[in-house]
């Protein structure tokens, strides 16, 4: 797969309420000591250009190894038409051809399981970097759409007692009337596509916030074990003019590998981790411990503020 440039990246993501686990807290001190650990895929943005077409897609044959009755969908995507029904992920199998199918139904994100469909009123924008998860529960129809780290729709007795199959094909932009094909160039999704992943169960609420707070350019999807990965998805068939072009967060990855360094050198001359503590960054975040017999609780404020309430420690 050739790459190229180039992909333009959210700044910065504002946290609220935001409740991070130990799992989290330890892969932060890891990066911290070690570096930045990135997957094949870190920075690989999935292109899919205008003009609308039947072209352009990736395929991916047989995504999942076993049945799924609980799933997790989380990703970036920004997507340049907000007008009909224009989908990004379409499943299908031999059979069933939207057996998961998730994307804009003009102004309304819509999604289909089994040809069964469940709409948000949540309205998605044009040309916007977007935050997207998406839970569902066989058992109980639950499901939980959160956007941008906010969860904005909850319902429940969407397909219950439905299972996602095995043995299809997983298509981002183009939609599946047909098992692998007759695509409509009007339902084609135009857009860029980022760190995509499923996994095989419904996370709670918090798990879904540890995901957006990973961020754009973070690396600790891989430690929360994705039944299917970004990593796997890069792995398809590029079809058309669909394209895997090259972000920037191998810049913000270079910074952070250098503040690693310096925080080594600040350690070994007897300073505090990250050597960008002080009293005013924990005075504006005192509602915020890390020590060995305190977690993190809330934090409200941008990613750097957070990184240094991480370090910090008050005895």
Same mark, same amino acid.
């Given at each position: 797969?050739?790459?190229? *440039? %180039?992909?333009?990246?959210?700044?910065?993501?504002?946290?609220?309420?935001?409740?991070?686990?130990?799992?989290?807290?330890?892969?932060?001190?890891?990066?911290?000591?070690?570096?930045?650990?990135?997957?094949?895929?870190?920075?690989?943005?999935?292109?899919?250009?205008?003009?609308?077409?039947?072209?352009?897609?990736?395929?991916?044959?047989?995504?999942?190894?076993?049945?799924?009755?609980?799933?997790?969908?989380?990703?970036?995507?920004?997507?340049?038409?907000?007008?009909?029904?224009?989908?990004?992920?379409?499943?299908?199998?031999?059979?069933?051809?939207?057996?998961?199918? !998730?994307?804009?139904?003009?102004?309304?994100?819509?999604?289909? $399981?089994?040809?069964?469909?469940?709409? *948000?009123?949540?309205?998605?924008?044009?040309?916007?970097?977007?935050?997207?998860?998406?839970?569902?529960? *066989?058992?109980?129809?639950?499901?939980?759409?959160? !956007?941008?780290?906010?969860?904005?729709?909850?319902?429940?007795?969407?397909?219950?007692?439905?299972?996602?199959?095995?043995?299809?094909?997983?298509?981002?932009?183009?939609?599946?009337?047909?098992?692998?094909?007759?695509?409509?160039?009007?339902?084609?999704?135009?857009?860029?596509?980022?760190?995509?992943? !499923?996994?095989?169960?419904? $996370?709670?609420?918090?798990?879904?916030?540890?995901?957006?707070?990973?961020?754009?350019?973070?690396?600790?999807?891989?430690?929360?074990?994705? %039944?299917?990965?970004?990593?796997?998805? $890069?792995?398809?068939?590029?079809?058309?003019?669909?394209?895997? !072009?090259?972000?920037?967060?191998?810049?913000?990855?270079?910074?952070?590998?250098?503040?690693?360094?310096?925080?080594?050198?600040?350690?070994?001359?007897?300073?505090?981790?990250?050597? %960008?503590?002080?009293? %005013?960054?924990?005075?504006?975040?005192?509602?915020?411990?890390?020590?060995?017999?305190? *977690?993190?609780?809330?934090?409200?404020?941008?990613?750097? $503020?957070?990184?240094?309430?991480?370090?910090?420690?008050?005895?």
């Amino acid at each position: 797969v050739s790459t190229q *440039s %180039t992909g333009e990246f959210p700044n910065s993501i504002q946290l609220s309420s935001t409740q991070l686990n130990l799992k989290m807290i330890l892969v932060g001190l890891v990066v911290a000591l070690l570096g930045p650990i990135y997957s094949d895929a870190y920075n690989n943005i999935l292109s899919l250009p205008a003009p609308e077409n039947t072209e352009n897609y990736l395929l991916l044959d047989d995504p999942f190894q076993a049945p799924l009755t609980e799933l997790t969908m989380c990703a970036w995507y920004r997507q340049a038409y907000n007008d009909t029904g224009r989908y990004f992920l379409s499943y299908a199998v031999p059979g069933s051809s939207n057996e998961l199918l !998730i994307g804009d139904a003009g102004g309304e994100l819509r999604i289909y $399981m089994d040809d069964k469909s469940w709409t *948000s009123s949540y309205d998605p924008q044009e040309n916007v970097w977007t935050h997207i998860c998406w839970t569902w529960q *066989s058992e109980t129809g639950n499901v939980v759409l959160q !956007i941008d780290g906010v969860v904005v729709d909850e319902d429940s007795d969407f397909a219950t007692g439905e299972t996602v199959r095995t043995g299809g094909a997983m298509i981002f932009g183009q939609e599946q009337d047909s098992f692998k094909g007759d695509f409509v160039k009007s339902q084609s999704w135009l857009g860029t596509l980022y760190n995509l992943n !499923i996994w095989n169960r419904a $996370m709670s609420k918090e798990d879904l916030n540890l995901v957006y707070t990973d961020g754009f350019c973070g690396s600790g999807i891989d430690s929360m074990n994705p %039944t299917l990965s970004w990593d796997d998805i $890069m792995t398809g068939e590029l079809k058309g003019a669909a394209s895997v !072009i090259t972000g920037t967060c191998n810049d913000d990855a270079a910074d952070a590998a250098d503040n690693a360094a310096d925080a080594a050198d600040d350690a070994d001359d007897g300073a505090l981790p990250c050597g %960008t503590y002080n009293t %005013t960054c924990w005075e504006q975040l005192n509602t915020v411990r890390f020590d060995d017999s305190n *977690s993190i609780g809330f934090i409200q404020g941008s990613v750097e $503020m957070a990184k240094r309430a991480c370090f910090a420690t008050k005895k």
